[in-house]
C-alpha cells in the first residue's frame, strides 16, 4: 500500500516536470525537481538526489542564479538554529480557526502528492500575529513535529552582516542551505525584518535587502514550510503580509481560556490545591500562557522544595502572594497613566487580592501583557 502510494507520488511528480519542460516553465520546473531530489534524500538516495541537483543547476533561471553556490563556501548553515521539535499542535490550546488551520497544513502536507497530481502545491508561507506567550513558537514546532521535520530558527545575529552586502551573501547562503531539504523555516519577530524598509538611513540598499529576501520566500519551494512570527502585525507593510498564505493571530487567552489551561496543568500534579482553576484564573488576572506556565512552575518548585513540610495549597498562597506584587514594567506605566486619568478607577478593578501593592494584574484585559 505504502509502496503503491509512493511510486504514485513520484509518477506525478515525473509527470509534472516532463509537464513543465515540455511548456518551458522554469519555475514549475525547478520546484518539481527539488521536491524530487527532497524526495531521493528522504529515501536516503544521496548519490540520486546529488545528480538531480547537478542537473538542476543547467536550468536557467531569472533572477538570481540560486543554485549557484554563495561565495565562500555553503555557510547558510551559520544562521540557522536547528531544533528538533517536541511540541506537540494537539497540546496547544489555540483558537478554532488557528487549530483548523494548523491541521489544515498539516494535511496539504502528508497529502502533498494528491494535490500535486492536480497541479496544486500545499500551502507553505504563514504568518503567526499575536502577543508574545500565546503559543506563536510553540505552533510552529508543532507543525514541524507533526510532520516530522526538523525546525530551522533563523538567528538574526548571525544573518546581519558588518555590510549590507554581507548581509545579502549570507541570506542567500541561509536561502541555499534550507532548500536542501523539508523543514520548517521561522522567522521569529519578523517585524524587525519588515520594519527595516521604513528606516530613512541607506533606505535603498536595506529595501534591496528587504525585497531580496521576500522574494526568495516567494521562491521556497512548498516543501519548505516558512512561519514567520511578529507581535506587531501592525507594523508590517501590506506588501509583506499579503506574501503570506495564511495569517493566524494567537489572541490573549481569556480567563475561560487560562481555566482550562490551569485544569490541564494541574490534573499532572501528584495533588491538587483545593482552590479551583477557575479561582486562580481569577486572581491571576489577564495573564499569557508562558506567564501561566510559570506560575504553575514556580507554584510546583515551592511544593517540591518544602519537602512535604509545604502542601501544595501553602505552595500556591505564597505564589499567588508573590504573584499579585511583582513587577511587571509594561503594566505599571499603564497603571501610572491610569491613575494620572482617573484616580477611582482601581477599586472598581475585578476580584483582585486586597494586599496588592504593586498588582501586575488587575487591569483592563486589552492592557499589553
Ligand atoms: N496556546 C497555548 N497553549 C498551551 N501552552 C501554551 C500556549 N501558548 C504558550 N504556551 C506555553 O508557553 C510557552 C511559551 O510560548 P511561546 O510559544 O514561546 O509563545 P510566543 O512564541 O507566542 O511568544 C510554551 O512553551 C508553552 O508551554
Ligand atoms: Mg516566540
Not at 487549530?99 to 497544513?105: D, F, I, P, T
Not at 519548505?224 to 493571530?249: C, P, S, Y
Request: charged residues 25%; proline residues 7%.
Amino acid at each position: 500500500m505504502y509502496y503503491d502510494d509512493s511510486v504514485m507520488a513520484k509518477a506525478d511528480l515525473l509527470v509534472s516536470i516532463v509537464r513543465a519542460g515540455a511548456s518551458g516553465d522554469r519555475a514549475k520546473l525547478r520546484s518539481t525537481v527539488e521536491a524530487l531530489v527532497a524526495d531521493e534524500r528522504a529515501r536516503s538516495h544521496h548519490g540520486v538526489a546529488e545528480r538531480l541537483e547537478r542537473a538542476l543547476q543547467s536550468v536557467a533561471v531569472t533572477p538570481p542564479p540560486l543554485t549557484t553556490p554563495p561565495p565562500g563556501g555553503g555557510g547558510g548553515r551559520d544562521a540557522i538554529l536547528e531544533v528538533t521539535p517536541q511540541q506537540r499542535l494537539e497540546e496547544l490550546i489555540l483558537p478554532l480557526p488557528v487549530r483548523r488551520s494548523g491541521e489544515q497544513l498539516v494535511e496539504e502536507h502528508v497529502r502533498a502528492d494528491v494535490l500535486r497530481a492536480h497541479g496544486m502545491e500545499p500551502r507553505h508561507r504563514v504568518l503567526l500575529s499575536g502577543p508574545p506567550g500565546n503559543g506563536k513558537t510553540s505552533f510552529a514546532e508543532g507543525i514541524a513535529e507533526a510532520l516530522a521535520l526538523p525546525l530551522f530558527m533563523v538567528r538574526y545575529d548571525s544573518l546581519v552582516g558588518s555590510n549590507l552586502g554581507e548581509t545579502n551573501t549570507r541570506l542567500r547562503a541561509l536561502c541555499e542551505y534550507v532548500r536542501t531539504r523539508p523543514n520548517v523555516l521561522f522567522f521569529d519577530e519578523f517585524d524587525a525584518v519588515g520594519k527595516e524598509r521604513g528606516d530613512t538611513h541607506e533606505t535603498g540598499e536595506i529595501k534591496r535587502v528587504v525585497s531580496f529576501l521576500l522574494m526568495q520566500l516567494d521562491q521556497m519551494p512548498s516543501y519548505v514550510v516558512v512561519i514567520a512570527a511578529t507581535n506587531h502585525a501592525e507594523l508590517l507593510d501590506r506588501a509583506v503580509w499579503r506574501r503570506f498564505q495564511m495569517r493566524l493571530g494567537f489572541p490573549s487567552p481569556d480567563r475561560q481560556m487560562i481555566t482550562a489551561y490551569l485544569e490541564r496543568t494541574m490534573d499532572r500534579w501528584p495533588e491538587r490545591p483545593s482552590a479551583t482553576p477557575a479561582d486562580i484564573a481569577d486572581k491571576l488576572g489577564p495573564v499569557s500562557y508562558a506567564e501561566a506556565l510559570d506560575f504553575c512552575q514556580n507554584v510546583r518548585r515551592r511544593e517540591i522544595l518544602g519537602l512535604g513540610e509545604t502542601g501544595i495549597d501553602a505552595a500556591l498562597e505564597i505564589e499567588l502572594d508573590l504573584w499579585s506584587s511583582r513587577v511587571n514594567p509594561g503594566q505599571q506605566d499603564a497603571e501610572r497613566s491610569r491613575k494620572a486619568v482617573a484616580p477611582s478607577r482601581r477599586r472598581t478593578q475585578r476580584r483582585a487580592p486586597s494586599r496588592a501593592t504593586v498588582s501586575g494584574n488587575e487591569g483592563d484585559p486589552a492592557l499589553p501583557l
